[in-house]
């Protein structure tokens, strides 16, 4: 049992980090250490009932993936403005690819192998620890390391320590040790909270995996094993660790099936449940004061990236700056409505772009338009100038010219650091604003509801 806890855990985990924000390669490739693992544990499992060899070898060849990803992991935290770091991240994939071909023709120690990478990409980690931004994840992250080597080397070499389950449950822990850095460092360069999330996400999961794997476990301690109910019962378990991750997307999959004929429900319903998901990762809003300008300006260029994704920046903390709140207040509009804030974070950050642009014309080409351009089009609007298959025909004429201009004339590379100083640009004005203003918090809650008191 404690095995298949381990192998419910590391499936609940790796799908929550991919639901978390499939967008972040540092989640992805936690998510497959941990998923590859799982995927080892229930080969292992199944083992013993099956008279198949290449099960147990390739539970073995799973297990070894998961220092290759953790690897990358460790890249992944490496500070982004690192000179070395592109070629840090090229060197690690071309080795993991390079030994993920060797890894199943290698005798049971020479697999051993890739914990080479591991090791080396934990010792580049301590390297350039003081460019991290989350230092304390550092000591953490190589203590568990480790320990997963040790338990690996002991899977691997032909010494029968008669404990094969706890092994294989000791390398789980690894693993949920990886995954909560992983998720804490995302968290953390978010601008979110990660526990109330995680503790959600946890809480549904015990319950659905006892519902779902209940009843096998019962089957399978009343009636003798066999490889049908070993599978029910891994298959239950996985059904049900995916359910949870993806309730969002099983909600709007059954609002669009239900609400077909009836888009504006649909549209408020879509809006309701993105504030109600994005509240648990709300920073607190007396945190948003404390912000440096570093900080700011990061998570000024994060909500730029993210303008048009409504649930993005509902858990941005820039919704909860006193200049959304001001507006907010002098329009009337109760500030305690997420949905609202969004609404005029995007119109704060609207008018700070704005400001970029040189007077007296529409859409230029010239040096003085290439930040605003930059930021512009393809922050506010959203264009994806180098992505195949991205059509024209929405767009509004300087859109098109635009989209236009940055195909012929523009390499990928200077938009990238167009954008970059640009959103820097942009942070630095709504800073100025802020100290200016001299309003350095948000409003209170006391405050907030004397004034919904007063227009209610």
Known sequence: MLVVAAFALAWWLGCYLLARDPTRPLLHRAAAALLTYATGVACGLLAPY????????????????????????????????????????????LTSVLLLAMVPALPSPGRLVVLAPMIGAVVVLWRFRDGTRRRTLTGPLTVAAGLYAAALAVVLLPVDVGAHGLLLAALGLDLLILGFVAAVADADDAGERLRPDLRRSFAGALFAGLLAGGPTALALAAAEPSPALVA?????????????????????????????????????????????????????????????????????????????????????????????????????????????????LRAVLREAVAALKPNGAYFGTTEDWRYYNAVY???????????????????????????????????????????????????ERLWRQARAGGVARPATRDQERRHSAQNG
């Open 50 to 93: 099956v008279d198949a060899l290449p099960l147990a070898t390739l539970e073995q060849v799973l297990l070894c993936v998961p220092p290759l990803a953790w690897a990358g992991v460790a890249v992944g935290l490496l500070a982004e403005d690192l000179p070395e770091r592109r070629q840090i991240e090229r060197g690690w994939a």
């Open 232 to 344: 029910l019962q891994l298959v239950a378990v996985v059904a049900a660790m995916v359910a949870v991750t993806v309730e969002g997307a099983v909600r709007r999959s059954l609002d669009r099936i239900a609400f077909f004929d009836d888009e504006p429900l649909r549209a408020e319903r879509e809006a309701l449940w993105l504030a109600a998901d994005a509240l648990p990762r709300r920073r607190e809003r007396h945190r948003v004061g404390e912000l440096d300008e570093e900080e700011f300006h990061r998570l000024t260029r994060r909500a730029l990236q993210h303008f048009r994704d409504t649930g993005r920046l509902l858990r941005s903390p820039l919704a909860d700056l006193p200049v959304v709140t001001e507006r907010l207040l002098a329009r009337g509009v109760p500030p305690e409505v997420p949905l609202a804030r969004v609404t005029e």
């Open 377 to 427: 089009f393809c922050f506010v609007v959203g264009l994806r100038p180098y992505r195949r298959g991205g059509g024209a025909d929405a767009l509004d004429r300087d859109a098109r010219r635009a989209l236009e201009w940055f195909r012929r004339h523009v390499p990928e590379r200077n938009v990238r650091l167009w954008q970059a100083v640009g959103a820097r640009l942009v942070a």
